[in-house]
């Protein structure tokens, strides 16, 4: 057998043991009850529209290269069920330091899950440079420095809890930019960042999937729910009209493009 191989069964199921045993301990000690979980009732769906989101949106979406479409699927899967867990144990751990209020139940799991944008769009920086280990170890640091910088602008910026989350997308592009100055660059002929228009339509699809539910997104945790879900909804419209009009105008053929390439 390779080594590659070995090395892989010799570093990730124990790393991802280690981990699911960390969150049992945490399980046995401090669950919430069932009731608290799934309160209130209302929630729920717009939580599952987040949930889908993370998943199967951005899932498709890093797609895009064509030697990587089983790996980012797989792997935003894998490292979003891992990072949702190191979240609920980074919340359990502020709570302790009294640094945040106990939240426990569904509000909670769904920050986490809201959260874990920021390393799925670090994800896309990386992808196809770093390996399984490099991105689990990636997932936890950052969502540890992820909830740092969110007690860092509740603390000393005095923002609002529920916009500390909306910093995912910023925090996720400049952590991922930060992480991919540390590889080396791939040589010469060595082209890696082709796409195909397989992988370009199931990009599409996920682009699709998260446009859909952005607006569930920014209201999941807003205090005007109706006004977060009727600005972004027309934020997006707007956008999207811009980006067909934009495409006719720049290409050469005067025709709609999906992809723009150089």
């Not at 009209?241 to 105008?249: E, G, H, P, T, Y």
Request: glycine share 6%.
């Amino acid at each position: 057998m390779p080594s590659r191989y070995l090395s892989f069964r010799c570093s990730v199921p124990w790393l991802i043991l280690l981990l699911q045993t960390l969150f049992l301990i945490r399980s046995f000690f401090a669950f919430p009850a069932a009731g608290d979980t799934y309160s209130p009732s209302n929630f729920y769906p717009e939580f599952q529209d987040v949930n889908h989101m993370v998943i199967f949106g951005f899932g498709f979406f890093l797609m895009v290269l064509r030697r990587y479409g089983f790996s980012s699927t797989g792997f935003n899967f894998l490292l979003i069920v891992l990072g949702v867990q190191c979240c609920v144990l980074v919340e359990d751990f502020l709570v302790f330091l009294r640094v945040q209020q106990n939240e426990a139940g569904l509000k909670s799991l769904a920050k986490a899950v809201v959260s874990m944008t920021a390393v799925v769009i670090s994800t896309g920086a990386v992808l196809g440079k770093a390996s399984p280990v490099q991105l689990i170890v990636m997932t936890l640091v950052e969502s540890i420095f992820f909830y740092a910088s969110r007690c860092i602008n509740r603390t000393f910026l005095q923002v609002p809890e529920h916009l500390t989350l909306m910093h995912v997308h910023l925090f996720g592009a400049y952590f991922g930019l930060a992480v991919t100055s540390r590889f080396p660059e791939p040589p010469p002929g060595l082209d890696k960042n082709r796409s195909t228009p397989k992988s370009d339509l199931f990009s599409m699809l996920g682009t699709v999937f998260v446009w859909v539910f952005w607006p569930s997104f920014n209201s999941l945790l807003a205090d005007s729910k109706r006004e977060a879900v009727f600005n972004t909804y027309l934020a997006l419209a707007v956008s999207a009209v811009a980006a067909f009009m934009l495409s006719a105008l720049t290409s050469k053929d005067g025709k709609f493009r999906m992809v723009r390439r150089r």
